[in-house]
Nanobody, 123 residues
Framework: VQLQASGGGLVQAGGSLRLSCSAS????????AGWFRQDPGKEREFVAA????????YYADSVKGRFTISRDNAKNTVYLQMNSLKPEDTAVYYC?????????????????WGQGTLVTVSS
């Protein structure tokens, strides 16, 4: 599975962005997915996860109520809608996936990774 993340950019605090993660090479239908982010010099941080069906989601406390993860298996794409963005949300955002029935919360849980897309939130 090859993952391609897109949708990052520069936005003012309080604004919104939608990230997309498109998969090729294999259907995502039986794959859980997640979004992580990373600042330079810091460890990769969990943001949100979704099960293979899209029926179960999980969020980091820092983004709960502001971010929404979703998926369209017909389009082989996972999304991260980010609202009420804060400067501390600035990071490179990565999508990840793995075959599995549940959602997964740590980087070692995932098999496939996208290349990352930069989100910059100005104050």
């Amino acid at each position: 599975v090859q993952l391609q993340a897109s949708g990052g950019g520069l936005v003012q605090a309080g604004g919104s962005l939608r990230l997309s993660c498109s998969a090729s090479g294999r259907t995502l239908r039986n794959y859980a997915a997640g979004w992580f982010r990373q600042d330079p010099g810091k460890e990769r941080e969990f943001v949100a996860a979704i099960d293979w069906s899209g029926g179960v989601t999980y969020y980091a406390d820092s983004v709960k109520g502001r971010f929404t993860i979703s998926r369209d298996n017909a389009k082989n794409t996972v999304y991260l809608q980010m609202n009420s963005l804060k400067p501390e949300d600035t990071a490179v955002y990565y999508c990840a996936s793995r075959r599995g029935d549940y959602y997964y919360l740590t980087p070692p849980d995932y098999t496939y990774w996208g290349q990352g897309t930069l989100v910059t939130v100005s104050s």
